[in-house]
C-alpha cells in the first residue's frame, strides 16, 4: 500500500522536477493550492450522529437539532481568546436567536469548568466537555496538547454543513458571522462556503 503524500509536498516536488519554479516560490505555490482545496472543501457533510451533554448535563443530539446550527471549537475556557471569543457571541446572542440559531461551543474542558465558564460571562448558549475529544473527530478538528484548534462549522436546519471557519480571529468571529447569516441568509452562505 502506497503512502499518503502531502499534496503541498507533491505539488512542490512536481514543480522542482519539472524546474518550472523557483526554490522558494515552488514551496509557496503548493502550499497556497493547498489551503485553497482545503478552504473549499468542507470535511463533513452533515453534523454527525453524536449525542453531547451542555454544562448542565442536558442531553444535546446533533443530527436531530432542526435549525439553523452553529458549533464552535475553542482552546480553553477563561484564557483571554476564548473569552473575548465567547463574549462576542453573547453579545451577538439576540441577533442570532432572532434568526433561529441554535449555538454551540466546544472545548476539552470538562462539565465544570464550562458551568463556571458560563456563569461568569453570562453565556446563554450551551458549552459541551469534549473531554474524550469524540466530537473534534467526528469534525476533523485538529488538536494540540489536549487544545483544539478554533474552527466554526455553521449547518442549515436539516443538518448539513453549509460554511465551515477555519481560521478564527477572536475578537471578530462572532460580527463577521452574524453579519454574514444577517446579510446573505442561511441558504446563500451554503453557496459561498462550497
Not at 502550499?31 to 454544562?55: D, G, R, Y
Not at 466537555?129 to 483544539?148: I, M, N, R, Y
Amino acid at each position: 500500500m502506497m503512502a499518503k503524500i502531502d499534496l503541498s509536498l507533491w505539488l512542490a516536488l512536481l514543480c522542482l522536477i519539472f524546474s518550472s519554479c523557483g526554490k522558494d516560490s515552488s514551496l509557496e505555490a503548493a502550499s497556497e493550492f493547498s489551503k485553497h482545496l482545503s478552504e473549499k472543501q468542507p470535511q463533513l457533510v452533515m453534523l454527525p450522529a453524536i449525542t453531547v451533554h451542555n454544562q448542565n448535563g442536558k442531553s444535546i443530539e446533533l443530527a436531530k437539532i432542526g435549525v439553523p446550527t452553529v458549533v464552535y471549537f475553542y482552546p480553553k475556557d477563561d484564557t483571554p481568546g476564548c473569552t473575548v471569543e465567547a463574549k462576542g457571541f453573547r453579545d451577538s446572542w439576540k441577533t442570532l436567536s432572532a434568526m433561529g440559531v441554535y449555538l454551540l461551543g466546544v472545548s476539552a474542558d470538562d462539565a465544570a469548568s464550562h458551568q463556571a465558564f458560563a456563569e461568569k460571562y453570562q453565556l446563554p448558549f450551551d458549552l459541551v466537555a469534549d473531554t474524550d475529544k469524540e466530537l473534534a473527530k467526528a469534525f476533523g478538528v485538529p488538536s494540540t496538547l489536549g487544545f483544539f484548534k478554533r474552527m466554526t462549522f455553521v449547518a442549515d436546519e436539516k443538518g448539513r454543513i453549509i460554511k465551515v471557519y477555519r481560521e478564527v480571529e477572536p475578537a471578530n468571529h462572532a460580527r463577521e458571522l452574524s453579519r454574514c447569516l444577517k446579510r446573505a441568509g442561511l441558504s446563500a452562505v451554503c453557496m459561498a462556503s462550497r
